[in-house]
């Protein structure tokens, strides 16, 4: 979800307003997404190196996360949304952390869809933190496979992600979800975060539903 200080900057805005309207968006592409039947959706909120952001900032955008949190969950509890933190939450603020663990308990038993919330979140963290608790389960070497790392991500016994969209003109992955992007497809979009909407999230879904997977096969091969 980029672009929310760009697209505030062009109005002559404080950065913190657009970050206010980006939680709209949040809150409309979550509900479009669980009435498409998306199964899983994962917003990148807070990456690890967004600690370096204005203090200021920061503690604006945790604030936005507990009132976000706060108004949404009858409407997870209602959408049947399952709440997740991909990250380390306990090095966030404890009205963050307070608000999230609330939230992930009272939505735990909910089907429909998992929003997952990347926060303090990492890819190469991730794949450290994962190859940490391999070596203390005592697994030996060779038994190591590519789904038992899967099953030390934060994303355990989810499916990796079949698209990518990122917003704002920027055409980088920034250490999101690194080794599970291994397959995705991706699109990338001029639009502002505030300004994404259905219609572009629709559009975006329907050119990915248009495209061709191969999974390194040839194009022959997944035709026949
Ligand atoms: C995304 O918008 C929000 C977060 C990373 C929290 P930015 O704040 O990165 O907006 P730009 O990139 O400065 O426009
Ligand atoms: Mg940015």
Known sequence: MDGNG??????????????????ETARKIVREARSIGIRHLTLYTFSSENWARPKQEVGFLFELLVSFLKDELPSLMEQNIRLLVLGDIGALPLP???????????????????????LNYSGRGEIVRAVRAIMESGIAAKDITEQSISDYLYTSGQPDPDLM????????????????????????????????SVDEFRSALTAYANRERRFGKTGDQIKA
């Open 6 to 23: 760009r697209w505030a900057k062009a109005r002559g805005l404080e950065r913190t307003a657009g970050h206010r309207e980006g939680t």
């Open 96 to 118: 963050a952390r307070t608000a999230l663990q609330h939230a992930m308990k009272k939505t735990a038993g909910n089907t429909a869809m998992t929003l997952n919330l990347a």
């Open 165 to 196: 969209i990122r917003t704002s003109g920027e055409l980088r992955l920034s250490n999101f979800l690194l080794y599970q992007h291994a397959y995705s497809e991706f699109h990338f979009t001029q639009t502002y975060w505030p300004d994404f």
